[in-house]
């Protein structure tokens, strides 16, 4: 099945600084990749996602790019500031052939604190 | 659209007794459904995935006789958490798709202590 790995497993910035995450994942048939926020105690939210047939996507802020290849995509926040601090879950999604399941791997997260 | 709900959002319950926790898409259909659980600053770990009409599939190392999936319509999934036990203390977050679509909703989880 899918292996996500996720780093750094905490980031601290400075409110105005770039913060950068990056995955890896191990399915090359693998074909959708989600970034989620979470906040304490709350559900994750969707903040941007990714499809194989690209290699970047920008919404505001916040980018994500990906490289097929290597294997690997990473999300870039930029102007950070103090309301981006949560944790943020990078995630792939692809079919396993078994089960004929489109499910999501999850990585292992990562805390991100912007200090004001 | 794509509203998720999940009812209860707390419960405590002793141990040994059963708790059911449920999943319904409000605004949408859901072909399938996700169950998560997620430990205290760890990941989301997918336990099952449901189908409406069949039978879960369930990872591996979930017990499929102790967490009950029932998925009796396309709005609704059901997960019993039978003869609970304090381990079993958790977040439990669902999440739905619609037909081929890539996106998951998440529901806003349940919040388990057993006691």
């Known amino acids: 099945g899918e292996n996500v790995e996720q780093h750094p497993s905490t980031l601290s910035v400075q409110e105005g600084d770039s913060a950068v995450i990056k995955c890896t994942y191990s399915?090359?048939?693998?074909?959708?990749f989600p970034w989620y926020k979470q906040e304490l105690g709350k559900r994750p939210q969707l903040i941007i996602d990714?499809?194989?047939?690209?290699g970047e996507k920008k919404d505001q802020r916040i980018a994500v790019t990906l490289n097929k290849t290597a294997k690997h995509f990473s999300l870039h926040i930029t102007e950070t500031q103090p309301e981006d601090s949560a944790v943020y879950f990078c995630?792939?999604?692809?079919?396993?052939?078994?089960?004929?399941?489109?499910?999501?791997?999850f990585g292992s997260g990562t805390r991100l604190q912007v200090q004001p | 659209g794509a509203v998720v709900s999940q009812h209860p959002s707390r419960v405590i319950c002793k141990s040994g007794t059963s708790v059911k926790i449920e999943c319904r898409s409000l605004?949408?259909?859901?072909?399938?459904m996700f169950w998560y659980r997620q430990f205290p600053k760890q990941s989301l770990m997918l336990m099952a995935t449901?189908?409406?009409?069949?039978?879960?599939?369930?990872e591996q190392g979930v017990e499929k006789d102790k967490f009950l999936i029932n998925h009796a319509s396309l709005t609704l999934s059901t997960l019993t958490v039978t003869s609970a036990h304090p381990e079993d203390s958790s977040f439990y977050i669902c999440?739905?798709?619609?037909?081929?679509?890539?996106?998951?909703?998440f529901g806003p989880g349940t919040r388990l202590t057993v006691t």
């Open positions: 995630a792939a999604r692809g079919l396993d052939m078994d089960t004929g399941r489109r499910a999501l791997t």
């Open positions: 999440s739905a798709t619609r037909d081929r679509g890539n996106e998951q909703y």
């Open positions: 399915d090359s048939a693998s074909n959708y």
């Open positions: 605004d949408f259909q859901a072909t399938t």
């Open positions: 449901s189908n409406e009409g069949s039978k879960a599939t369930y």
């Open positions: 990714i499809r194989s047939n690209v």
